[in-house]
């Protein structure tokens, strides 16, 4: 099987833009998760989609948004882009249930300039 | 709300010494507990999980955990260290069984020596 796919790998981006990242995850899978890995902050959670709905959701500000496509795909948008908001973005997905680990994708590399 | 402390932001062995990174929970139930691995600019790669079966727990290239719920630890060692083993280690808790979400803690750099 093919792993998580994100893409794309890097990115960058000027403040107050928006950007889209995408990930592909593992076939069967039906949860994708977002993590933001930071320096400073470590790895936090962004949300988590399951069949096409918001299942779970961290603690970040409104400008940061997903969706989930009916093929599992997952798309997360960021609006009006800060320099803080440069990081790895991280992907998981999994089957779905409880107590199965997330596979991760490569991440994409966020740049705000 | 669980959570996990690894305590050391970085550790270094030499090549052939033991490996222990420290990972400890705080939680009122029993945790689903993982470890993974972060290589330089890839993503993570999960190294085992402890989900009440056993509490010594198996993973892959030659480590291993004990879930101890006495010390509230999970631990992970490996007898014999790698230079291929210099990576990132995080440990992670299932928050709430009921999503596939994780909390990780700040990570563990190892740095093997010759």
């Known amino acids: 099987k093919a792993g998580v796919t994100q893409t794309p790998r890097y990115l960058i981006k000027t403040r107050g833009q928006q950007v889209t990242l995408s990930c592909s995850p593992i076939?069967?899978?039906?949860?994708v998760s977002w993590y933001q890995q930071t320096p400073g902050q470590g790895l936090q959670f962004l949300f988590e989609?399951?069949?096409?709905?918001?299942?779970n959701k961290g603690n970040f500000p409104g400008r940061f948004s997903g969706r989930q496509f009916s093929n599992s795909r997952s798309e997360m948008n960021v609006s009006t882009l800060e320099l803080g908001d440069s990081a790895l973005y991280l992907c998981?997905?999994?089957?779905?249930?409880?107590?199965?680990?997330?596979?991760f994708g490569p991440g994409t590399r966020l740049t705000v300039l | 709300a669980q959570s996990v402390t690894q305590l050391g932001s970085h550790v270094s062995v030499s090549e052939g010494a033991l490996v222990l990174l420290r990972c400890n929970y705080s939680?009122?139930?029993?945790?689903?507990l993982f470890w993974y691995v972060q290589y330089p600019n890839q993503g993570l790669q999960l190294l085992l999980k402890?989900?009440?079966?056993?509490?010594l727990v198996k993973g892959i290239n030659g480590f291993e955990a004990e879930f101890k719920k006495s010390e509230t630890s999970f631990h992970l060692t490996k007898p014999s260290a790698h230079m291929s083993d210099a990576a990132e280690y995080f440990c992670?808790?299932?928050?709430?069984?009921?999503?596939?979400?994780?909390?990780f803690g700040k990570g563990t750099m190892l740095l093997v020596s010759p």
């Open positions: 998981a997905s999994s089957p779905g249930q409880a107590l199965h680990e997330q596979f």
């Open positions: 076939s069967g899978h039906r949860s």
């Open positions: 989609y399951f069949s096409e709905t918001q299942r």
């Open positions: 939680s009122s139930v029993p945790p689903y």
């Open positions: 402890y989900t009440s079966a056993a509490t």
């Open positions: 992670a808790v299932n928050p709430d069984s009921g999503y596939s979400t994780l909390t």
